[in-house]
């Protein structure tokens, strides 16, 4: 009975640590120059146990990203409780600019030759939708936020201006945080109160 459970926990334990290396590398590299070759040996195991584990290297990246997307969304969760919306804006904006710093550009090329994670990608950003406008109602409530401002129609400009990027590959023609300030900040500038401005001008980015 403890080796079966011995071998569960290093089953788990090995889950782990592929998914940490495999999203390193996919990152540094990008998707298609990620061999599972490499990933087993980066690990010192065999093909075969990768492969036991992670049936092919879309399942392997599905779950890359799910785990990325629920530690995320676990973080800004818990950030959102306990700072104002403003604030929330700045931290979401820092680690976005981060992570576009980090993640080499062919990752977002290379992601859209694989239809179950952009399957999950469109699942993940429409269950986003109810939580970003009710972020935006807080920010109303909160006086950082105007209230005239249609948020529904805020909303879809969003959706259109990450479309955009994706379609015309702006990442790889602008600096993130060029990209990210004109295209994420400057909106939510132009419907913050006077409140919202003065405290977001004060908020090292």
Do not use: W
Not at 28 to 34: L, P, S, T
Not at 70 to 98: C, D, G, S, W
């Amino acid at each position: 009975m403890q080796e079966i459970k011995d071998l569960n926990a290093y089953r788990m334990s090995l889950k782990e640590r592929i998914l940490e290396t495999a999203m390193t590398a996919f990152a540094q590299y990008g998707i298609r120059a990620v061999k599972m070759d490499d990933i087993a040996s980066g690990l010192s195991i065999s093909k075969r146990t990768l492969y036991e584990i992670y049936g092919d290297k879309e399942s392997l990246l599905l779950a890359c990203v799910k785990k990325k997307h629920e530690e995320k969304l676990q973080y800004m969760t818990e950030f959102a409780n306990n700072h104002n919306v403003i604030e929330v804006v700045a931290e979401a904006y820092r680690r976005k600019v981060a992570e576009t710093n980090r993640v080499n550009f062919l990752f977002y090329l290379d992601i859209q030759q694989y239809p179950q994670v952009m399957r999950l990608l469109e699942e993940n950003h429409a269950s986003l939708h109810e939580s970003f406008m009710l972020f935006l109602s807080r920010g109303v409530k909160e006086g950082y936020f105007r209230k005239e401002v249609n948020y529904e129609l805020i909303s879809y400009m969003f959706d259109v201006i990450g479309e955009s990027v994706a379609k015309n590959k702006l990442f790889m023609r602008y600096p993130s945080e060029e990209l990210l300030n004109n295209l994420m900040l400057v909106p939510f500038r132009g419907f913050c109160t006077e409140k919202g401005v003065k405290v977001l001008s004060c908020i090292k980015l």
